[in-house]
C-alpha cells in the first residue's frame, strides 16, 4: 500500500471525489498485483497449497474507514468506492457524528470503567427530546428575569445553550471549559446571560444525561474526543481496524475530526482528504474548514483544476463577484444572465413558475434539469410554486423537505385516534379534529404514485366520508369529555340518512374499531400506543395499497419518533419511576408534535429507484450540501439581504469555537468580512453548479412589504437589458 497520505484540493465539481476514489484503488492496486503474481510464478503449485496464502492476504487487507461531509453523500461516495472495488475491500462509510456516535455506544463498557458510569446500555437522545427533556431540567432556574435578560422565549434559550454544549465538543474544547471561552469572548457584553451560569447549565444537564445513560450529539462528541481518543486501548483497537481514511469535503467537518485523523496518521495509516476552499456549507454550524485545512502540512498536496468547461464558473464568477464587491463597477452581465423583476413578491412567485413552465414546454429545458434556489422557503412560496407547475404537470422536487410531521393530516388524524382510544386525553381532541379523522380514515385508494410532494389537498384522496359529510357527524355525534370523549352512533343525528349509506358503513367501521382499541386497552393488551398507530395505519391507511413515498415517509417518521420516545420514557422510568407516568407520556408526546418540532425525515431519506423527472426545488444550504448541478437555475429573491447569511443561519456563540481564534471576540468588522467571504463562496460554488442559464429572480418588495436591499442587488441591475416580463 502507498505509503504517504494525499491532500486534494479543487472548487465544486473539479473531480476531488473521482479522484479520491482513484486513490483508493492505486493503494489496493499493489496487492492485486501480488495476488495476480502468486499465481503466475508458481503454476506448479497445486490449489490446495496456494489457497493458505491466498486467504492469508485478504485477512490482511487494512479496513478502510471513509467519511463525507452529510448522509445522502456517505451513501453515494460508499456505493461508488464498493462498485469501483467489485465489493472486494472492508470500507466503512459514514459522516463524522455518526462515526462518533458508533464508536462510543461500541466503547460504552470503556467509558463506564474510565467515568464511572451506571452499566446500563446508552440511549441516542435526539435534537427535539434533548430539548424537551433539558428544559425541564433546566425549568426553574429559567425564570421571567432570565428570558428578559436572554431576549428570547425559553423554547429559543434552551436550544442556544444546548447549541454551545454541540459548538464545544465538535472543537474539542471540554464542558468545563465553556464559561472561560464564553467569558473572553462576550467580553461586557450586557444583554447576553452570565458565561458561568450558561456553563453551569450545561454541566448538570451533562451529568443528568450521563447517570441515565443519555446521548445527545454535543455529549457522544465530547465523550468521544475528550475521553476515548485518548484512551491508549481505544488507540490500539482503532489503528488495528483501519489502515487507511478517506475524507470527503473536510471543510465541512468539525475540528475535532482533524484529532481523529492525526491520530490515524501518526500510527501509520494512510489518508487521502478532498478541501474546497470555495465550501465550507456547514459554517458556523460546527465546521471549522481553516483548522482541517492544517492537515495537509502532512500530505502530498494535489491541485485540481477549476470547474468543469461546461459550468458558468469559470466565465461568470470573476465578473459576478466583482460587482458584488464593487457596486460602483459598470459592468453587464452576458446573455446566459437573466432577471425576472416585479413588484410584489407574490407577482414574482407566479412569474417565476410561468417562466420555467413555458420553457419546460416548449422543450427549451428537461424538468430534471432546472433548479429553484432561495436563501429562504416560506410555506407561501413553496405552495405557490408547487401548484403553478403541476396544474402544468411538472413535477417538483423539495430538497431535505423538513415541514413538521404534524402539517400532514395523516399524522394529525393519528394523534386523535390516539386521544379518543386512551383516557385523560379529552382536553387533546376538538370538534375540527374529529372531522378531519374521519375523512383520513375513511379513504378508499390512494393517491397516484407520482403524487406531488405537497399536502394532499393538490391531489386529493377519494374518501368515503367527504368534509361535509364528516363535519356533520362531529357536530352531532361527538362528545366532548376531558376523560372519555366519544362518538355516538350515526343514527343519534336525525336526519341521520343525508349522511349516505358509503359515509354511515365507513364511520360504523371506524366506531367499531375504536371501542374494540379501547376495550383491548383496558384489558392491557395494546403493549403501548406504537403498537395502535401501527394497527390504526395497517387498518386504515395501508390496507394493501402502495402510499405516495411522501406519506410514507411521514408515517415512518411518526413511527420511528414514537419508538424513540417511548424508549427514553422507558429509561427514565427505570431510573425514577415517580417521575413520569403512561398518561402524562401520551399527552406530552401529542403536543411535543403539535408544537412542529418533528419533522418527516425518516431514513432513508430518498424514493428507491431512479430520479425523478422533477424541478429541484432548494435552499442555498440545501442544494450546496447536496452536491448538484443543473443546466438551469432559478435564484429567488434575488434581493434579499438572506443571501449573504448563507441560507442558514449561524449558531450563537459559533465564532468562539473556531480552533485558530478560540474565545476571541467576534466584531461588527468581523461579522461584515465574514459575509462577504460567505457571499463569494455561494456565487463560486452555485455558478460552479449551472451549466447554461441562470435566472436573477426579484422582487422590489419582500413578503413584509421592505423594500429589498440584498447584496446581490448589483447583479439585478446588470442584467436589466435582458429582462423576461
Known sequence: MVSHSVWIVGTSRSGKTARLVEQFCNWVQPEKQLIESFYTKKPGRKKAERIPEFLYLKQTEPGVLVLAANDDNRREL???????????????????????QDEVILFWPLLINSLSLKAQFPVRLRP????????????????????????VNESRLVRRILDLLQLAAYSGVRCEDIAQILARGLGDNTTTLEPEFLASLLLDWRNWCLERGLLSYGIITELYSQYLLSDRNYQQHLTKRYQAVLADDVDDYPSVARL????????????AFSYNPDGAVRLGLGADPNYLEGLAERCRVEILTGPPSESLGEELTKQMVELVTEPMVLLSLPKMVHSIQTTSRAQLLRQTAEVIASTIQSQQVQAEQVAIIAPGLD??????????????????????????????????????????????????????????????????????????????AINPVSTDIDPVRAGLIADYCFVPHPDRPNLLPVSTFERWDRIGYAATTAYNEILQWLEQQRSQQELRLIPSPISLLDRAIQRFLWNGSNLPYEQLAALRELLETAQHYWEIDTRLRQVAPDETTPHTTIIEFIQLLRRGTITANPYPVRPIGGARRAVTLATIFQYRSSRRSHRWHFWLDAGSPLWAKGGAATLFGAPFFLRDRLGEPWTAEDEKLAEEQRLQKILTDLLSRVSERVYLCHSDLAVNGQEQLGPLLPLVNACVTHSVI
Open 260 to 271: 481523529l485523523f492525526e491520530l490515524l496518521l501518526d500510527q501509520g495509516a494512510v489518508g
Open 379 to 456: 410555506a407561501i412560496a413553496r405552495y405557490t410554486l408547487v401548484e403553478i407547475l403541476i396544474k402544468q404537470n411538472i413535477q417538483i422536487q423539495s430538497l431535505n423537505d423538513q415541514r413538521p410531521l404534524v402539517s400532514s393530516p395523516v399524522i394529525r388524524a393519528l394523534l386523535t385516534m390516539l386521544a379518543l382510544v386512551y383516557p385523560g386525553l379529552g382536553r387533546l381532541v376538538d370538534r375540527d379534529a374529529v372531522a378531519e379523522m374521519l375523512v383520513v380514515l375513511s379513504r378508499k385508494q390512494q393517491a397516484p404514485e407520482n403524487s406531488s410532494l405537497l399536502t394532499d
Open 78 to 100: 460508499g456505493d461508488i468506492i464498493v462498485t469501483s472495488t467489485l465489493g472486494k475491500y472492508p470500507v466503512r462509510a459514514k459522516t463524522p457524528l455518526g462515526f462518533f
Open 128 to 151: 427535539e427530546t434533548e430539548q424537551e427533556l433539558a428544559t425541564k431540567l433546566w425549568r426553574p432556574q429559567l425564570d421571567e428575569e432570565i428570558l428578559r435578560i436572554a431576549g
